[in-house]
């Protein structure tokens, strides 16, 4: 069977060279041959509980977690949205770090749609200590909301791609659980933590009562995102995930594609995380350019533009007219990120645009 490629002649491919696509590891395309796992999957309906590749996704997920159950799902955000309502009631708390996902891109689904307060604790790229978080549980007063839930993400997107620090997540997380609280993962990109750690998955999902993973980011699968449980919870979360309109029926034909990344895809996220430290490397190079060295660990390289040559956006926009794409995540910064579709030589191509964007000077 022939599939359409990366060269095929379509408008978008023409516009933009996906190999220079640096604005999100979502960028990251299904291959031919997670296409070819995608055609001959066998489905029936996901709703009944009745699709066998979803049924295989989902407790290889869980086995590979450590964990009794997993839940296919549309998106990380369904996901998120998913755990905060598992674990809270209206007017409960979840303890969160200031500059994390859940806080900064979803919304604030926790609060439109189930009820839910955030108390935003700043950390360092990400990392949030005991210590800051110790006298944050509220008394039973009627007061006060009421504190529920702990929330950590892992890798940490505007932490510049941060992998926590394991003893940070073992701390919080027994602290947590010897008060009662439940606790929750946001590890949207869990595996390139393992990856980059060496830290086998099990290890870090054992602290936490439930997990959540994405397929559609550098595992490269086309959708989906999955919540990992206890059997009692993920049978809970799949109530929650019909209200929100997530019940799909032969998902099967796209969760093939995230059973082939799991198979195939973990171990070359280090491709990526050694073609984020090649970028970062060479944009020390570049003048107006801070160099990032120590902001990054992962697939996430984020840099600051000097404000002598100008904002975050211009450069992106000079950038976007050469064929290169990336984002501004703030008025002096911007993000890299590196996935499967991103080769060592689209880093150097990418960087030689960016070195004569920057010599030409201020827009
Ligand atoms: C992308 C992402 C999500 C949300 O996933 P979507 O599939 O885009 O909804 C949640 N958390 C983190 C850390 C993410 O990077």
Known sequence: MEY?????????????DHHLDFRSDTAAWPSAEMRAAMAEAPVGDDVFGED???IRLQERLAEMLGMEAALYVPSGTMANVIAARLHCRPGEEIIVEADSHLCHY????YAQLSGLAARTVPGDRGVMRLGQIEGMIRPG????ARTRLVWLENTHNR???????YETVESICGWAREHGLKTHLDGARLFNAVVASGIEAPRWTR??????VCFSKGLGAPVGSALAGSRADI????????????????????????????????????EDHANARRLADALGGIEALEPTAERFDTNLVFFRVDPSWGTAAALVERLAGRGVRMIATGPRTVRASLHLDIRPEDVDRAVEILGAVIAEGPP
């Not at 932490?159 to 620090?165: A, C, D, N, T």
């Not at 019909?242 to 093939?256: E, H, T």
């Open 4 to 16: 359409p490629t990366l060269e095929a002649d379509c408008g978008l491919s023409m516009m933009f």
């Open 52 to 54: 066998p590749t979803v």
């Open 106 to 109: 979803e919304q604030a689904g």
């Open 141 to 144: 007063d009627v007061h006060f």
């Open 159 to 165: 932490g510049g791609g941060k992998v926590l620090p």
């Open 207 to 212: 602290h936490f009562d439930t997990v959540n």
């Open 235 to 270: 049978e809970e979360a799949r109530r929650h995930r019909k209200v929100l309109g997530g019940g799909m029926r032969q998902a099967g034909v796209i969760a093939a594609a995230a059973l082939w990344a799991l198979e195939h895809n973990i171990p070359r996220l280090a």
